[in-house]
């Protein structure tokens, strides 16, 4: 370990890990320190929700890179290590157990940590989140001694949970407070379709219900979520995944701009001089959500905004312009998702949901401007492209399964 790097990069997550690797695939030669709070190597977060929880792949296939990558690559990996404070002007950080590093340029990589329900009860032993590998060992490591479920949040995450716990065996209940799952991120036709899958496989799903306490036992334990019309709902275990809170604060303590997450431009630079902002906890005017600056949670963006900023340290940066793309695995059914569905006036259904092969497509000005396709791989590659050209398209080819969307004419 040094005193000083001239890359620090705070946060073993996508991002963090991806910034390191392209910097050295660039050519840059100078040090790098990647800092992590967790005890593990840089590893896959979305197989956490999916076939890791499942006991389908073990730790060790879901690493980034072997753990002998880092130090091969002269990257030096610090674990088990929180960045507390930033001091912007003598460019260094000073970590939990009270050390200080100096910083030549600080790639900030954090990610956010789950938001947890604020109420009586939440703080039970058997009340998880699903964000981390210790998160979800500690739900893992419970499960012999459980039934059923509690779910609360019907997110990609909570929906994969349930897809996962169902195929476990358990009983599972899914609360969700709005009046539709997904809500914040697909339209009411997806929606629709996954709340019948989900029904189909056995989860009790309870769209608006408001969570008010979970209960316990004499020992501490969650025994019921308690909602507020009055129902109880027992459980063996309550799993939250109602969003994360962007981790900013020693940034915005060193003054750096931001709210919901750092602020960065289109080079991921943040309002401090020397220091970027990348992935979960960057905050950024995004062509593909109408100009509105949001923050993106997915692996795209954590990896490309790190590609922007190791780059842009490079003297070689190309602005932010990357398309948006997803996936969700529930079941036997692939979601891939292309663009963003913000702002979008049409929705338009591509196929029929019953046959569990379909897309649905959004429009704003009857531009494509997102596409959510169901076991709908082509649809998804060749929807794409009709979102980078953002050129009208006709509507009643465009919803016949039989034309292919790149055989679409335009409007
Ligand atoms: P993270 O991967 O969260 O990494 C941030 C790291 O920084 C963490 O290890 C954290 O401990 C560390 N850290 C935080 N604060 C500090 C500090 N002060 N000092 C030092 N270290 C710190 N995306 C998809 O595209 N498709 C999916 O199917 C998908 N599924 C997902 C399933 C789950 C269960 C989860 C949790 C996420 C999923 N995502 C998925 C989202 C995707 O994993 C994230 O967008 C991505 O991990 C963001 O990368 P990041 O590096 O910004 O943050």
Not at 108 to 134: I, K
Request: hydrophobic share 40%; glycine share 10%.
């Amino acid at each position: 370990m040094q005193d000083s790097y001239d890359i620090a990069i705070v946060g073993a997550g996508h991002a963090g890990a991806q910034a390191a690797i392209c910097l050295r695939q660039m050519g840059f030669a100078g040090s790098i320190a990647l800092i992590g709070e967790e005890q593990f190597p840089p590893y896959e977060r979305p197989p956490l929700s999916k076939e890791y929880l499942a006991g389908d792949k073990p730790f060790e296939r879901i690493l980034l890179r072997p753990e002998t990558f880092w130090g091969e690559r002269q990257v030096d990996l610090q674990l088990g290590k929180r960045v507390t404070a930033v001091d912007p002007v003598a460019k260094l950080l000073t970590t939990s157990g009270g050390t200080q590093t100096g910083y030549g340029q600080l790639i900030w990589a954090t990610g956010g940590t789950p938001r947890m329900m604020d109420c009586q009860g939440s703080n039970a032993s058997n009340v998880f989140a699903v964000r981390t590998r210790a998160d979800v060992d500690k739900i893992m490591a419970r499960l012999d001694n459980t039934q059923s479920v509690a779910i609360i949040g019907g997110g990609y995450i909570g929906l994969e949970a349930a897809a996962v716990m169902r195929k476990l065996g358990k009983q599972v209940t899914l609360i969700e407070a709005l009046d539709r799952v997904l809500s914040r991120v697909a339209g009411p036709s997806l929606s629709a379709f996954f709340e019948k899958e989900h029904r189909d496989h056995g989860v009790d799903l309870r769209t608006g219900y408001i969570v008010d306490h979970i209960e316990t036992d004499e020992a501490g334990h969650a025994v019921a979520v308690r909602c507020g019309n009055g129902e109880r709902i027992a459980a063996d275990m309550v799993i939250v995944g109602i969003g994360i809170i962007a981790q900013t604060g020693p940034l915005i303590a060193a003054g750096a701009a931001g709210g919901n997450g750092v602020d960065v431009d289109e080079f991921c630079r943040t309002s401090l001089p020397d220091v970027y902002a990348i992935g979960d906890c960057a905050a950024h005017a995004n062509a593909f959500a109408n100009d509105r600056v949001i923050r993106l949670e997915s692996v795209q963006n954590a990896n490309d905004q790190a590609k922007v900023a190791a780059s842009h340290i490079m003297g070689t940066a190309e602005p932010y312009q990357a398309v948006p793309w997803f996936w969700s695995n529930q079941y036997d059914l692939r979601l891939q998702t292309v663009g963003l569905s913000l702002d979008y006036d049409q929705e338009l259904v591509r196929g029929d949901p019953a046959s569990r092969s379909f897309s649905v497509i959004y429009l704003r000005g009857g531009k494509v401007i997102a596409l959510d396709c169901v076991n709908a791989t082509k649809d998804y590659v060749q929807g794409r492209k009709a979102v980078l050209e953002g050129v009208p398209l006709d509507l009643t080819e465009l919803a016949n399964p039989a034309i292919p969307i790149k055989e679409v004419s335009h409007a």
